[in-house]
């Protein structure tokens, strides 16, 4: 069974602009989670999707936005990108219920460096 | 406010020695606990999970965990460690009905031959 995969890998930005990163599960899983990953912070909960419904924000501005389609991949989007945004973006999928739906599979992430 | 301490931020050890992650979280009601271990460049990989059952809890490349209710407390333990094992480690807490995982700062644990 293939794993979660994120697009892209890497990607360079200014500040500013916008970003849409990409995020597919595991196959049957239907809740997606996206944390941030810097040094100084540590991994930050961003958001939990489940069939298309988010369950779940994290503590970040409305610049950070996310969204999860039919097929369960997920989107998220981050706009004016400030210099403080560069991170690892991470995405993990799970069932989403049941009594393993709390164990969350990490795809590689994305590593946005905003310039 | 919910949260998780892992109390070493680095971990140098030599190789075939025993090492012990401490991790402890803030609240004693229910809840599930991950270990996680990410190298470089890389996603966050699970070592092992508490859900329910057994307090010990054993996971892949020889770690386990012991799930302390009474204090809260998670730790990893591995009887002799690799090379290999250098790495980050996590430790996460999900709280019943929760839909959000809270991660520890890290530890970073160095093998030196």
């Known amino acids: 069974k293939a794993g979660v995969t994120q697009t892209p890998r890497y990607l360079i930005k200014t500040r500013g602009q916008q970003v849409t990163l990409s995020c597919s599960p595991i196959?049957?899983?239907?809740?997606v989670s996206w944390y941030q990953q810097t040094p100084g912070q540590g991994l930050q909960f961003l958001f939990e999707?489940?069939?298309?419904?988010?369950?779940n924000k994290g503590n970040f501005p409305g610049r950070f936005s996310g969204r999860q389609f039919s097929n369960s991949r997920s989107e998220m989007n981050v706009s004016t990108l400030e210099l403080g945004d560069s991170a690892l973006y991470l995405c993990?999928?799970?069932?989403?219920?049941?009594?393993?739906?709390?164990?969350?599979?990490f795809g590689p992430g994305t590593r946005l460096t905003v310039l | 406010a919910q949260s998780v301490t892992q109390l070493d931020s680095q971990v140098p050890v030599f190789e075939e020695a025993p090492v012990e992650l401490r991790c402890n979280y803030s609240s004693s009601v229910s809840v599930y606990l991950f270990w996680y271990v990410q190298y470089p460049n890389q996603g966050l990989q699970l070592l092992l999970k508490?859900?329910?059952?057994?307090?010990l809890v054993k996971g892949i490349n020889g770690f386990e965990a012991e799930f302390n209710k009474s204090q809260t407390s998670f730790h990893l333990r591995k009887p002799s460690v690799h090379i290999s094992d250098t790495a980050e480690y996590f430790c996460a807490v999900r709280y019943t009905g929760g839909f959000k995982t809270i991660f520890g700062a890290g530890t970073r644990l160095f093998v030196k031959a």
């Open positions: 196959s049957g899983h239907r809740s």
């Open positions: 993990a999928s799970s069932l989403g219920q049941g009594a393993s739906y709390n164990e969350q599979f």
């Open positions: 508490y859900l329910s059952g057994s307090t």
């Open positions: 999707y489940f069939s298309e419904t988010q369950r």
